[in-house]
């Protein structure tokens, strides 16, 4: 194991989320606290005993990421293909900082399929409508072994190793629903400029089309 201080406060925050929304609130309270006063190794112990870290060999079955595409901690989806999934990061270094995770354990960036990068294009130009950023930067980064690209929108001059907050439920699906109505009323203008059916029909007539006589 080899795990930095911020790969584990990462790994530290989206275990207590998955915590809030599998327990019940005096059970989940219990929990977290327990998790919030433990040492770093107590923390890689803890998860060790929970088969969530193991050894090199079985890292691909037990990382975090891993277990966010599997679903079994839950997320905040807002985009997928084939190859890999883009979540809302739950600790934020920007408003609609998003991780794009390859479906499969990658270990390094020169492997990245490029589904991984059409993905992170496609949110790209989702974060640019909703919320205007100054500009989007792509950042490779590596957790537990698992190769993840961030999506990180700079209003200002944010970088991933911006103090970072905590989101609630509540604020992230905020966030998601934003980011989904932007996009809805992009569509729809498309669609207005789009011609309909009964304007190429009053168009395409007679009186404004010519067409050769009919020779008998």
Not at 87 to 108: F, Q, V
Not at 112 to 137: C, H, M, S, W, Y
């Amino acid at each position: 194991m080899t795990e930095t201080k911020k790969d584990l406060e990462n790994i530290k925050s989206k275990l207590i989320e998955h915590i809030k929304l599998n327990y019940e609130k005096k059970q989940a309270e219990e929990f977290i606290q327990n998790i919030k006063g433990m040492n770093d190794e107590e923390f890689i112990k803890f998860l060790k005993e929970q088969g969530l870290v193991g050894n090199e060999k079985n890292t691909k079955s037990q990382c975090i990421f891993c277990s966010i595409v599997f679903g079994d901690i839950p997320s905040t989806k807002i985009g997928e293909n084939e190859k890999a999934i883009a979540i809302l990061d739950i600790k934020p270094a920007s408003l609609g900082h998003t991780l794009i995770i390859p479906k499969e354990h990658i270990e390094s960036k020169e492997n990245l399929p490029g589904e991984v990068g059409k993905l992170a294009t496609e949110i790209q130009e989702k974060l640019k409508k909703t919320f205007n950023p100054k500009r989007i930067d792509l950042i490779s980064s590596s957790i537990m072994g698992h190769e993840v690209l961030n999506v990180l929108p700079v209003y200002k001059n944010e970088t991933l190793d911006f103090e970072r907050k905590n989101l609630s439920i509540e604020e992230i699906e905020k966030v998601k629903k934003e980011i989904e109505d932007s996009n809805k009323k992009e569509l729809q203008k498309v669609k207005e400029k789009e011609p309909s059916k009964e304007n190429l029909e009053e168009e395409i007539n007679e009186k404004n089309t010519w067409l050769p006589k009919r020779i008998p």
